[in-house]
């Protein structure tokens, strides 16, 4: 195990655009922030004619042992991070720590770290008992050049080199049972392999072939592979994307249980938000190649950084209604007013007569009966799930985006009915227009 540390990481790619003999050029990186430094205003920032930033000041700590999450819209750059953590794609400015070493220039192999690819990665000409021990083999050849001793299977012991070892092992792997040729350093794999397949439960498994799998049987084994090394971190990019809804959902609360027993640091990359709020200790969510939030998967819901954040985290997502500003504490629209609490007068007092964004959830919005704080909308589409149900709604004599609503199953409601819905006061969230940035928030309201 060992905390990974992420300082100020930049990764560019050529323009494809440019010309065929440019060359990436390096960025230039500044120590790493605390929580209450001011980000500093980089060259980096502004786009070289030759190169494309795809990752752009990444700070991040994940602690040891901790279960790590990024999360984003596919093109935000996490899987790119991830490879470059891995050592499979090349830094292009800052650095990146595993436990107390500096790996920015060590190969892949020598990261003592195992990742989890989005579509299995096994071999498809071994079993599943040679996929998984295949990593410790290659891992054993690297070792000191030092004698061991062999036994096929009850015969006399002798002395080998380990190449040697290595050879009559292979040679007699494929022949009757009393014939194989087995050595320590065998042994030693086979109860490894043994041991990872009691804990993930494919010991009926091992003997097949991958094309004799299920989706869910072949991400455990390709689990199975990276447990086995023991690495000091792991890293899974979306191993569950190829996976139906219920083996998903079986799915993921293994990788939770198996990562809480091994107690592995473990950085998690997906797209779902709800693997993300289920499975991460902590999350951090990305756009366009920066990290916009870190925090735990509830403090991300109830107080977003940004607006970003805000409408990614959550499903449905959050509604966003223009708002006017009057000071100390009213909000207004042409349908509607509203009177905040008095902890919103300090952070509302800047943004006197001006426009914001009233940032509330489909939940915390209820059918009501109409008052002035109300708001009168008509009901669009209905989305009747059993254990709840979605209403799409317009803003009465507004032109502002359809409204997503979320209420009681045992509520009746039909297309073209107009209804008032009142808002949950000590819910709303409210964002700069201009920044996106979160105005206050509901810590800073509420405490």
């Not at 990436?24 to 500093?40: F, G, M, N």
């Not at 036994?151 to 002395?159: A, G, V």
């Not at 990290?291 to 998967?297: D, E, K, S, V």
Request: proline share 8%; glycine share 6%; with cysteine.
């Amino acid at each position: 195990m060992a905390k990974v540390v992420l300082e100020n990481v930049y990764k560019s790619f050529r323009d494809r655009g440019g010309s065929s003999q440019d060359t990436i050029e390096p960025v230039t990186t500044e120590p790493l922030l605390s929580p209450a430094d001011t980000p500093p205003q980089l060259k980096a920032e502004t786009r070289s004619p030759k190169s494309i930033n795809v990752l752009r000041r990444i700070n991040l700590t994940v602690k040891d042992g901790e279960f790590m999450v990024l999360v984003g819209p596919s093109g935000c750059g996490k899987s790119t991070l991830l490879r470059v953590i891995a050592g499979l794609e090349e830094l292009t400015g800052g650095n990146i720590f595993v436990g107390s070493t500096l790996v920015n220039n060590l190969p892949p192999k020598q990261r003592d770290i195992a990742m989890v690819f989005q579509n299995y990665a096994l071999y498809p000409h071994l079993s599943v008992y040679d996929n998984i021990a295949f990593g410790l083999r290659r891992m054993s050849k690297g070792e000191a050049a030092e004698t061991e001793t062999a036994t096929p299977d009850n015969s006399n012991q002798s002395q080998l080199p380990p190449w040697a070892g290595d050879l009559f092992v292979g040679v007699t792997r494929k022949l009757p049972k009393g014939l194989h040729y087995v050595s320590e350093k065998e042994k030693s794999v086979d109860a490894i392999v043994r041991e990872v397949a009691k804990l993930l439960q494919i010991e009926p498994l091992l003997r097949r072939l991958p094309k004799e799998l299920s989706g869910g049987q072949k991400q455990r084994v390709a689990l199975g592979r990276a447990i086995a090394r023991k690495p000091q971190v792991f890293l899974m990019d979306e191993p569950l994307s190829n996976l139906d809804a219920k083996l998903r959902a079986e799915t993921r609360s293994q990788i939770v249980k198996l990562q809480q027993q091994l107690g592995t640091t473990t950085i998690y990359v997906t797209h779902d938000q709800t693997e993300a709020m289920t499975m991460g200790s902590r999350i951090a969510v990305m756009n366009q190649g920066e990290i916009q939030q870190i925090a735990t998967p509830l403090e991300i819901y109830n107080r977003p950084a940004n607006r970003f954040v805000a409408e990614f985290i959550g499903s449905p997502p959050m509604n966003f209604i223009m708002v006017k500003v009057n000071a100390p504490l009213l909000i207004s629209h042409a349908q509607f007013r509203l009177t905040l609490p008095e902890a919103w007068s300090t952070f509302l007092k800047p943004y006197d007569t001006r426009s914001l964004l009233l940032g509330i959830r489909p939940e915390h919005l209820q059918i009501s009966p109409p008052a002035t704080k109300n708001l009168p909308v008509k009901v669009e589409l209905v989305e009747a799930l059993g254990n709840e149900t979605y209403l799409t709604v317009s803003l009465s004599g507004s032109i502002e985006p359809p409204l997503q609503v979320r209420i009681p199953p045992e509520r009746i409601v039909k297309p073209g009915d107009s209804l008032w819905l009142s808002i949950q006061i000590d819910k709303i969230h409210l964002f700069d227009p201009q920044t996106g940035n979160a105005i206050g928030g509901l810590g800073s309201v509420n405490s």
